[in-house]
């Protein structure tokens, strides 16, 4: 009987599921949802561009025009996994993660939200209908709770229809369209009348938690002044708000500014977004983003041989990096150029240990101040970071030297020629990673990419493989001297701190991480011509701000990457 049943629900989510590809065809010939609210009234955004020809301007130096809305384009965006369960905690009360056996996500641009690597697998659309069924089943054991239902009652299909309006208008981040509101409405109904009431808010529900508005940040807008961009809708405006801010659905207080039209100005908008920062909601997406911009999940996966090191200390490690951050973001100035350089770091006994360091003589950690001694300042010299990018027993200042490149300078080094040789001799070995260094970068085919990386990864010769501080390598004195080449703060460095003071103060590094969240946020790189204006706001506003990360979050909903989006020919979904 379970098995007939389980077949013929499997029947009826069929053509929910169809709708995924109806909406994605509907994305891609430009049609028009018919969702109330927006009326093409919101002005451009008002920014002053910058004299010099940084990161915000045309080729050439030039600085664009602003005139007009300009929002390049806004690729259709699937939840994420960690999005999917935020979503589903919020909507349901259920924080089981029901992500966890979902197929891995892909990385593109060093973040797993990116529109361009978000596509949905045949895998990953059973795992989508696998846990919506799951999580179906689980929510009407509690049935008058979720629907406020009483199966009893002789008015039962009026209320779960009702139950149907409300809870699809929140999953869905917006009203329903009378098509659905027939469609989940008949399913329920042939379902009920098949198998009962709670059987029938059980297949509607798994069969909402399918569908493409759920899945999908579907975004349709409506016409702008400006040929060939669109407003978004204060519904849509409202995901885009909570998704950026929360990485989860809107509040209530959220949907009902939405449907009052109170989202229609960017001074309402700048009021939503204030509030949403201030809610410690905001937390999730902050850690997220730095999680993955600083790498942290490799601080888990790197491989290591070196003599003192085990598999117990890569938690530790992680909730190390992990708490400087949350220190930083939500009990400091929350400033880039302080997570760069802070005096200070989270130990426990076993990482103080590990470290030679005295400190807390417990498993709790504890905050701890740093000294010249320690030679540690900042996030990057701390040991998971150091460690994952590093050799299984040795340091590598290439891999460290094109870490900061990539993600906080925003140059990264081309691909090495093909046929290169990455062996190292015996021979080779027996010298310090120093000459090493020097002995390749002797080369002209391979110093022309490793002069730009190697010596800023020698720098943080002071520590080993694993994070630890040294003084000697092969019966040699450490030497900590690097420099920095093709950059706007160019020259020698004495060390990791030296190294870290320089690029807290560089404007290049202030720059890419701009750059980095405009990446995170809207889930695509931005188009020099299109997305030119938007960054240089972006980037004054961080700078007016002295580097406080909340204020950037709060730029990027002021953009009108953020508010409009392209409907040009080529750039839908």
């Not at 198998?195 to 508005?213: H, N, P, V």
């Not at 939405?258 to 960017?266: D, H, I, P, V």
């Not at 103080?352 to 101040?369: C, I, M, Q, R």
């Not at 150091?386 to 140059?411: D, I, M, W, Y």
């Amino acid at each position: 009987m379970i098995a007939a049943q389980r077949a013929r629900a499997r029947s009826q989510l069929t053509a929910c599921w169809s709708c995924l590809g109806v909406a994605l065809a509907a994305l891609g010939s430009g049609c028009q949802a018919d969702i109330s609210g927006g009326d093409g009234s919101m002005p451009p955004a008002s920014i002053t561009t910058s004299s010099g020809g940084g990161s915000g301007a045309s080729p050439g130096g030039v600085p664009p025009t602003c005139t007009g809305p300009q929002p390049g384009p806004s690729p259709l965006r699937r939840l994420t996994h960690r999005e999917y369960d935020n979503t589903v905690r919020d909507l349901l009360g259920d924080d089981s993660h029901p992500s966890a056996p979902f197929s891995r996500e892909d990385v593109f641009l060093g973040f797993d939200n990116s529109a361009t690597a978000r596509g949905t697998t045949t895998l990953l659309a059973e795992q989508y209908s696998q846990a919506a069924e799951q999580l179906a089943a689980k929510a009407v054991q509690n049935l008058s709770a979720l629907t406020g239902c009483n199966a009893a009652d002789t008015s039962r299909d009026a209320c779960a229809r009702s139950f149907i309006e409300r809870f699809g208008a929140k999953a869905f981040r917006g009203p329903l369209t009378d098509a659905e509101r027939t469609r989940f409405g008949n399913l329920y109904g042939s379902a009920s009348q098949a198998w009962g009431f709670s059987k029938g808010i059980e297949l509607t529900l798994a069969a909402l938690l399918q569908s493409s508005r759920f899945l999908y940040r579907v975004e349709f807008g409506t016409p702008s002044a400006t040929p060939g961009v669109n407003l978004l809708t204060p519904f849509e405006l409202a995901a885009r708000l909570s998704y950026l801010l929360w990485g989860s659905l809107p509040d209530q207080a959220l949907l009902d500014a939405a449907g009052a039209g109170q989202l229609s100005t960017r001074e309402q908008i700048a009021s939503q977004a204030r509030r949403l920062l201030a809610d410690t909601r905001a937390h999730y997406v902050l850690n997220d983003f730095h999680r993955q911009w600083l790498a942290l999940d490799a601080i888990d996966t790197f491989d290591s041989t070196m003599p003192g090191f085990s598999n117990d200390l890569r938690p530790l490690l992680h909730e190390e990096a992990q708490r400087t951050v949350e220190a930083t973001l939500f009990e400091g100035d929350g400033k880039l150029k302080t997570l760069l350089t802070a005096p200070f770091s989270f130990l426990n006994a076993p990482l103080a240990a590990f470290y030679g360091l005295s400190g807390p003589t417990t498993d709790a950690f504890e905050k701890v101040p740093l000294d010249a001694a320690s030679q540690r300042i900042g996030i990057l010299t701390q040991g998971g970071i150091l460690a994952a990018h590093s050799h299984a027993a040795k340091t590598s200042p290439v891999l460290r030297g094109k870490f900061v490149r990539e993600q906080l300078l925003c140059n990264p080094p081309p691909p090495p020629p093909p046929g290169v040789d990455f062996t190292v001799s015996e021979k080779d070995a027996s010298l310090t990673v120093r000459q090493q260094s020097e002995q390749h970068r002797a080369d002209p085919a391979c110093a022309a990419c490793h002069r730009f990386m190697d010596p800023i990864g020698l720098s943080f010769e002071a520590f080993d493989a694993v994070g630890r501080l040294r003084a000697r390598e092969n019966d040699a004195p450490v030497v900590t001297t690097g420099e920095l080449i093709g950059t706007d703060v160019d020259g020698a460095v004495s060390g990791p701190a030296e190294l870290a003071q320089k690029l807290a103060g560089s404007q290049q590094v202030s720059s890419c991480f701009v750059r980095q969240w405009f990446r995170y946020a809207y889930g695509r790189d931005p188009i020099n011509d299109r997305d030119a204006c938007g960054i240089t706001a972006l980037e004054n506003a961080f700078a007016q701000s002295d580097g406080t990360i909340s204020e950037l979050l709060f730029a990027l909903t002021q953009t009108d990457a953020f508010q409009y989006r392209s409907v040009a020919a080529g750039e839908m979904p």
